[in-house]
Nanobody, 126 residues
Framework: QAQLVESGGGLAQAGNSLRLTCEFA???????VGWFRQAPGKEREFVAGINSSGDNLDYGNSVKGRLTISRDSVQNMVYLQMNSLKPEDTAVYYC????????????????????WGQGTQVTVFS
């Protein structure tokens, strides 16, 4: 039973933009949701997270200033706007939800997120 469903991945030229979308089950409306990514041969990397009220955000160091996370609490959607894409952004991007409800801080460790989507591939070419 899919509870986090990503869409919006694909091919993009360096410098261009992509927008990822994740539709999540209503169950996660009180949870931090966010994005991780994993490139071939590399560890999973925290990309961005947003708390349930949308007033606390955090980003991985490698994406700060280029990627923006946002959340629609009515539609139960979370978005990742990816600007100024670089080839090193190439990875499978996973939508994730926190293991604890109503947490204000944004956890950045993969083990704090027990709910993962199937992933969507993003490939950036130069």
């Amino acid at each position: 039973q899919a509870q986090l469903v990503e869409s919006g991945g694909g091919l993009a030229q360096a410098g261009n933009s992509l927008r990822l979308t994740c539709e999540f089950a209503r169950f996660f409306s009180a949870y931090v949701v966010g994005w991780f990514r994993q490139a071939p041969g590399k560890e999973r990397e925290f990309v961005a997270g947003i708390n349930s009220s949308g007033d606390n955000l955090d980003y991985g160091n490698s994406v700060k200033g280029r990627l923006t996370i946002s959340r629609d609490s009515v539609q139960n959607m979370v978005y990742l706007q990816m600007n100024s894409l670089k080839p090193e952004d190439t990875a499978v991007y996973y939508c994730v939800a926190d293991r604890l409800a109503l947490r204000r801080i944004i956890p950045t460790a993969a083990h704090d997120y027990v709910y993962w989507g199937q992933g969507t591939q993003v490939t950036v070419f130069s």
